[in-house]
C-alpha cells in the first residue's frame, strides 16, 4: 500500500493529514505530538506521580514523537519513563507482556498510552490482574474518543487533539492544490492540543503519607471555605512544619500552591460546563472577591 501511495502521489494534489508519513513529500498537517506527550507528563506530576511509564505496541513518527515529549517535561523536575514497547501484534501475548513488565515497576504508577484505545489495553489488564485504576497505576490516552474514553472499564483521562481541526486545516490545504494553487512541498503545520480532559483513570492524587492523604481530602472537600494553613494542619493531625515538609517532600509544591491549583481547576470545570455567573463560581471554589479569580486567571 505505502508503496502505491508513493507512486501515485507525484501525480496528483496530496496533502498529508498526521505525523506517519508514508515516504511522500507533500504538505503535512498534524497535531502537535511533542506538545501532547508534553501535556500528558504535566497533568501526571500535577497529580503527585513520581514513577512513569510509556506504553505503546505501535511504532512511527507519531509514537516517538509523543514519548520524547512524554520523557522530556518528566526530565525537567528530575524523573524517568520506562518505555513499554512490545514488539507483537497478538493482543493476548502483548497482555502478557504487559502485565509481566508492570509487575516489576514501583507503585502507584502513571501510564501513558499511544492514545485511547491502547489506555482501554492497559486498563483491562491491570484489572483483570486485579490492580486499582487509579490507585495502583493510573493511564492516560491520546484522542479523547467519547466512545472509547467513557466506555471503558474505568473512564480515560485523554489528551483532546482537535482532530477535527487538523482535518478541516488539511482540507482547505488540499482544496487549494486542487484549485491549482502552489504549496512548498514541504510546508508543515503543527496544530497545539486542545488540553487535558480528566476523567477518573488518572483522579487519584499519589500521595503515601496517611496524614498528608486526609489533608488533601479536607482540602478538596472544602474548597469554597477560607482555609488557613493551621485549619489544613489540624484536620490532618500534624504540625504546620510537618505539613510544609510532607508537602516538599512527596508533592513539591507548598499546600497554598496546591490549594490554588484545585481551586483554579474547579473554576475552569465550572466556567466550560455550566452557565453560572463568575462571581458565583469564584464563590464555589473560594476565589473571592471578584478581582482575586481574576487576578488568578
Known sequence: LQSFMRNEAPKQPVVICGANNPGI????????????????????????????????????????????????ALKSPGFECTALEPAMTDWLRRRQWLVKRLRDLPRPLALFALDDQVAAEAIESCIEE?????????VMGVGNIETACECSHVPITSVDLKEDQVALRAAGLLDSLMKGDRLPPDRGELLPPNGVVARRSTNFLAVAHPALR????????????SLTIDSIASAAGLSQRMLYYLFRQELRCTPAELLLHMRMKQAKKLLLETDRKISDVAGACGLNPLRTINRCF
Open 25 to 72: 513529500t507533500a504538505p503535512i498537517v498534524t497535531s502537535d505530538n511533542l506538545a501532547i506527550g508534553s501535556m500528558a507528563a504535566e497533568h501526571l506530576l500535577q497529580q503527585g506521580h513520581r514513577h512513569f511509564a510509556w506504553y505503546s505496541p505501535a511504532g512511527g513518527a507519531v509514537a516517538d514523537l509523543r514519548r520524547e515529549g512524554f520523557a522530556a
Open 130 to 138: 486485579g490492580w486499582r485504576v487509579p490507585e495502583d497505576v493510573a
Open 214 to 225: 486526609a489533608a488533601v481530602v479536607f482540602m478538596e472537600n472544602n474548597l469554597a471555605r
